[in-house]
């Protein structure tokens, strides 16, 4: 079953930047490698992070997001792991190197918790979605190469919405899949739909 128009406007509007469950402002700053945090009026309230492979470094962070207790977690790319930090910025755990077997990475881009502390990354060069708990305890995968349904080609973000539905962006594809919390495919949004980086644009038609 296609989704209906109602159904897109709200995925759009789950964009993973507004729906952190604290009332601050984050950014992530790829080119210089660290985190910092704003309150609500724009203030810088806490820094952290250099250029490194170290616990509490990053190379090119690629995404972020909040789940349990407020910690942070970070997509740092470029060491190909997810690093965990409590909300004042101390660093937790980490997980991930650069492979193709379970919890491995390959350049992953994106990544959503839902609420029960599970961590889905999109690890786009490897072309999988991987799950984990909280602690980076691998659970499942699913994906693989290829254009078919449930496989991927550059999956680069991840939703989660609270009706417990996980959305795969991939930017080569120009697609939108949509799948259970244990990966089993239910649609695909293809037709009309323009990616770019953290933009997507739908034209008429994009919903039967």
Not at 13 to 22: D, G, L, R
Not at 99 to 128: H, W
Request: charged share 20%; net charge negative.
């Amino acid at each position: 079953m296609n989704p209906s128009n109602t159904k897109v406007d709200t995925f759009l509007a789950k964009s993973k930047k507004w729906q952190q469950e604290m009332e601050l402002l984050r950014a992530l700053i790829m080119e210089c490698n660290y985190v910092e945090k704003f309150d609500s009026s724009g203030s810088s309230t806490n820094k952290w992070g250099v250029k490194g492979k170290n616990n509490g470094e990053f190379i090119c962070p690629c995404d972020i997001t909040v789940g349990e207790e407020d910690n942070i977690y970070i997509v740092d790319t470029g060491n190909n792991r997810i690093q965990k930090f409590d909300s004042s910025g101390n660093f937790i755990t980490a997980w991930g190197q650069c492979g193709v077997e379970k919890g491995q990475f390959n350049y992953p881009r994106g990544m959503a918790v839902d609420s029960f502390g599970n961590i889905y990354v999109a690890d786009t060069g490897n072309c999988l979605v991987q799950k984990f708990d909280g602690q980076g305890n691998f659970i499942i995968s699913w994906g693989g190469k290829g254009t078919g349904k449930g496989q991927f080609r550059h999956p680069v973000s991840v939703i989660w919405d609270q009706a417990g539905y996980v959305y795969i962006i991939d930017d080569w594809l120009d697609n939108i899949q949509k799948f259970d919390l244990w990966g089993n495919f239910i649609y695909s949004l293809d037709k009309n739909i323009f990616i770019d980086d953290n933009f997507i644009a739908l034209s008429d038609g994009a919903v039967d």
